[in-house]
Structures are given as structure tokens and as C-alpha cells.
């Protein structure tokens, strides 16, 4: 009898553990990710998607992912949405556009100016929906169109276009505009082509130079993002109150969180993102355009529920919605690797959305005890 | 006469035109149990929601140990002493016991320029708190959502100790319980008044209330009908009471 008990309490204990396991936010997304490398691995492999070069290429494309996904994570995690971010990069892109080269600022001086604009207008944003009680999306939706609308009329009244380029010529000499738009470990790759582990270009003006010359600064600013968001999210006590915001704002009222600080710092956070964005992309294509970004703010969102967060807000996880993204950009890139028609990879996205949405309704009910 | 830690006077509130309390006094001693009650919509969260920082009266005036007071925001409230669990949102279901316990104050230590969350040591104190108030939690990183509804009112009255309240203030910690659990949640209360601290016990039932109580506080459409001692009352007058009718 004694046995039999014990057989349970330990077959309970292993259940309850799988549970745990099963009910990682992250799970999901890591675990997709894995199929999708092995799927293009196996489809893939002689198409070039995983020499270096071809790394790079979709290695960029997911950084772009995530360096907005990791602010769309964190404010969702607050419990607030913002589908702004992409107008936010249009925006933040022609002003950058617009004050140097139009006006002929020093480019750092746009740059800073272009940061402080989107993060004043995200607290304006957070401030709007914590002092009207009206949901983010809304709030959030009339800046999609305010901010867009806005930026094309600045680029056209200032310059008759929606493009504007130059900005190779006067970010030449800048201290600031390598830091979004540089390489990093030049050195190291050159040397890596020296020896031979690297190919080079045989022909042309950059003949001799290696094929990849270094870390492009997107994926440092996705890595650098992705740490600061997953450390600050759950080793610091400002991380548990960013979850309280979101679980329950009223209950972590009571027990003294600022939430209102805290959501607004979050429009701010995604603001900023989005920024780096915006600028990375104009430093790397050396012009600013104002209908960049379309469509940013919903791939943002899906990759964090991707990433196993809760639309409700208050569960999610960085980890989570970085693999999002890297499901993202792999699955687009390696669709255009293998040939495939880009529309299919919409449909792609969509039935992994709903998927993973309700898989994440599914592991909800597991933890708030209802599964 | 001991002097209350806490004393409310003359207090009303109105919500717009809705006049959800008038001329409601109370007071409130330490290491005594006093129930307010009072039928649904009677005023009683409305009143407690007064007395941590919630709302602001609309008049009448607060003396916390002697001295008058006015109490900002929950902050304030939680700053001074005063803890309260409520009825529904006692806890953030999604997240840990753990985390949920040290909610708003979360030990930190540094880590070179870093200031992190110290997880073995919370971990650690929760669990000591725990077994003091005799709840066995099996994992402090399990989802409050898990727990049932006697051991989230116990966690979060085992925080509010933890955290040195003076004033425990508990809304109907036990309207959504089964028996058993009720139980368990009454005893917590008789050993968090052991220890000193004033609990001010909300509940519409009545055999809960006479339980643990040692004062009786019976609010009716938003006004008192006087403060009732241990042994002087009984169930059918605190009934009658809760009901409408004035007491003798
Ligand atoms: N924030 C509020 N705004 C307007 N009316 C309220 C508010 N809170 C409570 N009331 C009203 O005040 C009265 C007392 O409510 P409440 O204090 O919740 O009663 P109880 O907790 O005793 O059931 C009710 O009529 C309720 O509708
Ligand atoms: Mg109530």
C-alpha cells in the first residue's frame, strides 16, 4: 500500500513536471523553429540558404524581425498592443531623411532627433490610452494612420518625393551612423578570408575582399535587444512588474506597481525599437522612404505570439519571440531560396498564426489551472 | 481604553450620484478581529476600498495610531501598514506564487552595476512563510492560477504578514470557498490576530464572521448600524441586522 503511494506521488510528480515543461511560453516557437531548419535543410541545402552568404541573408532579415518583435514582446507582456510601429518606421526614417539631407544637419544630430520624436510620440501613444481607458489597438490604430499620413506629406512638401537618398554621402565621417549602419569584426573576417575559410570576390571593384566582410550592426542591435529585453524581463523587479501590468493591472495597482509608468515606458521601448529599425535600414540602404514599414507592426505581433505570448497580455517571453521571428525570416528567405512563389509564404504565416494562437489558449488554461 | 490603530469617522462617499456610504465610523484595535457586514451592494468593499487608499471619502476623517491622516493611493496604504486582500484579485493567476508574492517588493541584489531579482532568496522566504501559516506549496514557481481558492486568500494573507502589516484588511476572503477551505482560511485569520495584527474581516456570512470575530460592524445600504462586541450578539440578531432593521 505504502509502494502504491509513493508509485503515484512520483507518477503525479513526473506529470506535473511535464506539464511545467509543456507550459513554457517559448516551447512552441523553439520547437518550430527546429522543423523549419530541418525542413530547409533537407529542401534547401544545395541552394546556398546556409553557406555564409546565405546565412547573412536570412541572419538580416531575422534581426529586422526581431529588433521590432522584442518591443511588440514586452508591450504585450504590459498588456497593450501598438500598430504604429511601422508607420513609426516610416516616420523615423524620413525624418532622419529629411534633417540631414534636406536641411543639412549633422547626420548624429538627426539620428538623436529621430529617437527622441518616436519615443515622445509613444509616450504620447501610452499616455493617450492610460488617460482614456480606450484599447491600445485603437489608439494605437489612428497613429498608424496620423503617423503615415504625416510622413508623406513632410517628405513631399519638402522635397516633391517620397524617397529620399543621399544619405551615404552625408553619413560619410559620421561617430553615429556606423553604429546602426557599420560592420563589426571586419578585421576578424578579413583575416578569416586570408586564410582561406572565407571565399572572396575573384572579380570587380571589391575583388580580393571577402564575400562577407563582418557582422552587419542589424543583428548586433537584434542580440544586444534580445538580451537587455530577456534580462530585464525576468531578473529584474521592474521584469515582475511589466507581467503584473499585463496580468492583472488592478490587482498590481493595489499592491503598488506603477502601471501606468510601466505601459508607457513600454510605447517608448517599442518606439525606440522600431527606430533602430528605421534607421539601421536607412543608413544601410542610404535612403529613407516614406512608405517604409508597411505591415511591420502585425509581423511584430505575430512573431511574439508565435513566440508563445498571450493577446491578453501578461505572459510571453522574449526567447519565445525572438525564434518568432527567426521562424519568420528563415521561412520567407527560404522560400525565395527553394523558388517558391513569396505569396504562398502569406499563407504560411497565417495558418501558423492561427496555430499557435491556439496552442497558446491551449498551455493558458494549463497554468491559470483550468486545463 | 486602548487607543485604535486605526479610526474612521462620519466617513461618506459618494460615486457621482450614487451615495455608496454616509456617516460610516469604525474602529479598528489591535490583535482584534473586526467583522464588517453587510448584505451584497451594502458598502463594505466601498469602505475598505477607503480605508487602503483606493478611493477618497467624500467626508469624515481617518486617524491612523491617533494621529489624523489622509491616505493617498494603495501605496501609501501599504506604506503605513495598512495591507488588504480583496474579494477577486487577491493574486496575478498567470504568474508564480513566488513572484506574485513578493509583487511590489521584490528583493534585489546587485550584480556588478545590475540590480537582479534575488530568486533563491525569495524562493527560500516564501516557503518559510508558508509552512508558518501551515500551507504546503509544492513549487514556488507554480502559477498562482494552480492554487485553489483557500490557498490564493492564505498566500496572499501570508504576504501581508510577511510584509508587517499593522491592519490586515481581508474582502470576503471566504464567500467563494467550500467548507474545507473556509476552514483553512479561518484559521489563518485566528493566527494572523495572534500575532498582533488587526484584521478587519469582510463577509456577508454571518457563522464565518462569529467564527473569528471579536467586533461586529453590520452595514446597511451604506450606513452603520453600530459596532457589536463578542458575546453580546448572536446569530439571529446579526441577521436581523444585515437585514434592514436598527439595533437594540
Ligand atoms: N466605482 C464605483 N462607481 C460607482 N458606483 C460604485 C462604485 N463602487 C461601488 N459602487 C456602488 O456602491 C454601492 C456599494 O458597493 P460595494 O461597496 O461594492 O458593496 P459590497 O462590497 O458591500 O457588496 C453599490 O451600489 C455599488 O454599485
Ligand atoms: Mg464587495
Known sequence: MFMFNSLVENNLKIISKLKKSLARPDLGAITGTILVFLFFILVARDTGMFSLEGT?????VSSQFIIIAVGACLLMIAGEFDLSVGSMIGFAGIVIAVTSVVWGWPIWLSIIIAFILSMLLGALIGFIVIKTNLPSFIVSLAFLYILRGLTIFGSIHSTQKTIIGGINEV?????????FGGKIFTGLFTWFAEQGWIDVFEFGTRAG???????????VWAVVLVIFAHFLLNYTRF???IFASGGDAKAARYVGVPVDKIKILMFVFTAFCATVFATCQVIEFGSASADRGVLKEFEAIISVVIG??????????????????????????????IGVESSLFRVFLGIILLLSVIFNAHIRKIIIGKG | METPIMQLTDIGKHFCSIKALSNVSIKIIQGECHCLLGDNGAGKSTFIKIMSGVHQPTSGQIYFSGEMTTIESPRSAIDSGIA????DLAMIPLMSVMRNFWLGRELVKNIGPFKIMDTKKCNAILMQEMEKMGISLHDPSQSVGTLSGGEKQSVAIARAVYFGAKVLILDEPTSALGVYQTEKVLKTIAKVREKGIAVVFISHNVNHALEVGDKFTVLCRGKTLGTAVRGKIDYAQLQYMMSGEKLN
Open chain 1, 56 to 60: 547573412m541573408n536570412w541572419g538580416i
Open chain 1, 171 to 179: 553619413s560619410k565621417g559620421d561617430w553615429l551612423a556606423p553604429l
Open chain 1, 209 to 219: 575582399q571577402p564575400i562577407v566582410d563582418g557582422i552587419p550592426m542589424m543583428i
Open chain 1, 239 to 241: 521584469g515582475n512588474w
Open chain 1, 308 to 337: 508563445g505570448a498571450l493577446l491578453t497580455g501578461g505572459y510571453g517571453s522574449v526567447i519565445g519571440a525572438t525564434f518568432g521571428a527567426i521562424i519568420f525570416g528563415v521561412v520567407q528567405q527560404g522560400l525565395f531560396f
Open chain 2, 84 to 87: 488588504t486582500v480583496y474579494q
